[in-house]
């Protein structure tokens, strides 16, 4: 049979497995299994947990859990609800503030946490009462959590990035750096849309009013003193010292990135225990217990899908693939086109750790050989992934504000987020045109050589 | 990526049946589990001060250490597989639930446990083949090639004792499936 027929069958056998609902870890072990013991020699099957193993005893692979632990405990106290309320006391006089402050929020915590649900929940219980309360309209105010909280796979410490690094073999140290940048340029695209979107509400609402209507709560103005502000800072300080300063162990050489992630964790649990006074075991238990579910669960899907690039790295599938992407002579852009789009339509149903691990031996040789730079691209992938989880079908962020905010309905929450998508696009388009911004700071620190 | 966040209502354990063998086997189960979690929480916050103290003895008493990645790897792999019962009994290894709305409930059944069939062959294969791998690693003394040289049959055999735990889960499930079907009928 040849590659081209095996690599077909391989494709339909995860289509078939995976869409019967089966849990993805067990579909992608099964195909390769069942491949293995078709198409290779006997004594491959004799090591495929010694394979399995192999690959996930990475010390870089395992700082995962870790990271998660060290976003769960951050996302389970009142970190993100103090920290969205400072920032609001002091951006509530800039024209459409409160939903900057939401945006910024996400954006910090997102940055401690490392997570988008995670960042959704504990900024958008807060934010988004707070915001309708002001007058915004439910479909703003849910757009603006739902975005915000995408910024957590974007910004360091990342676990898409991780994955990435490790399945493109490139520094994790400039890839997490190289997120900073257009990181911020969604803060920044999202912050302008935010005050636009006001100036329009507020119009709207003022002209109600001016026509005999009732008064929108966007009319009404909040005064705070120097000192209600300053009052607000001391639970804040100490979270964004903990970002500050595991960034400053990573790349100040302190610690390895495995060091850093065990470092978070347990900086995080110190933080929570003296901050918020979470330090029992029973406190403690659920904090722990989520993490280790999320990590299994993740776990177990990057080792059967290292175990399935494996099978079809061996039956030459994936290199026959690159190849065949290669001879379509595509110009570099169409190139980028083709497999950005194919990364949108795998977002509609899978995870980005499977996204990742199960393309990654078939777009990047292509992506090499047209030259783009594979940090850059691993960005650029990583915000393509990111708007997986604000558009449907599966749009994990959507369902986060439809637990915290049951009484909007979900059409108005898609709608909300469609301007944020957008803005996604956009950005991608503009990191295309000046790569620097991502690229800009790695190559700052760590020279434009080390690449 | 929920990491650590859970939506309401996710992860609910599944119904079991009060008495009987299966329900006696089911509770063993979940103890075990229970326990298993307990110690997987205690390996991943040792794995945090393992790695956090080797930073602070490179940098304060000048006294690095060569073994804190291993020890690190091997209490997380093996936190990782021992928790994939626990996670299995609370329906946590997600999948492609894409399709299930157009089956009927009784398609759906059927659907859900070829899911567990299919997955519990491959499971049980796996385990199988981890059995092997320890026993090779137990008799012939293999270690890891690092300085250190721990031996391999201890991360192996928590590889193992988690497939094996995760297969039996996975088993118990069917059953309960089946047994649930027998009763509605």
Known sequence: MSVGAIGLLYGLGTLLLMFSGMPIAFALGGIAVIFMFIFMPGASLDTVTLNVYEEMANITLLSIPLFILKGAAIGKSRAGADLYLAIHAWMHKIPGGLGIANIFASALF????GSSPATCSAIGSAGIPEMRARGYSQRFAAGIIAAGGTLGILLPPSVVMILFAVAAEQSLGRLFLAGIGPGLLLVALFSIYAAFRYKKEYKEAHGIWQDGGAKSAYLDTTELTLAEKTRMLPRVLPFVTLLIGVMI??????ATPSETAGLGGVLALFLIAIIYKVWRPSQLSPILTSTLKESTMLM???GM????????????ISQSAAEAIVAMSLSKWALLTVILLLVVMLGFFLPP??????TAPIILPPLKAAGFDLIWFGVVMTIVMEMGLIHPPVGLNIFVIKNIAPDIPLKEIIWGVIPFVGLMILAVLVICLIPGIATWLPDLVFGAAGK | MSHGFELEGHGAAPTQPAGGVLGMLLKL????????????MLAMLAACAIL????????YFKAPTDWQDEMSVFLLVGAMFMCGAYVQSQRGHIGIEALAGFFSPVANRWRVLFCDVASFAFCAFFTWKTWSMLHEAFVEG????SSWAPPLWIPYGLMTLGMTLLTLQILLQIFTSLSNKGTSK
């Open chain 1, 249 to 254: 162990a990573l790349y100040g050489g302190y």
């Open chain 1, 110 to 113: 997102a940055a401690m946490s």
């Open chain 1, 300 to 302: 177990f899907i990057i």
């Open chain 2, 142 to 145: 293999h270690t890891t090639s």
């Open chain 1, 353 to 358: 750790v499977s996204i990742i691990l199960m």
């Open chain 2, 29 to 40: 189960q979940d103890r075990v589990n229970k326990a298993v979690l307990l110690l997987s």
């Open chain 1, 305 to 316: 899908s290292l175990l399935y690039s494996y099978v079809m790295s061996y039956l030459h």
């Open chain 2, 52 to 59: 956090t103290g080797s930073v602070f003895l490179r940098y």
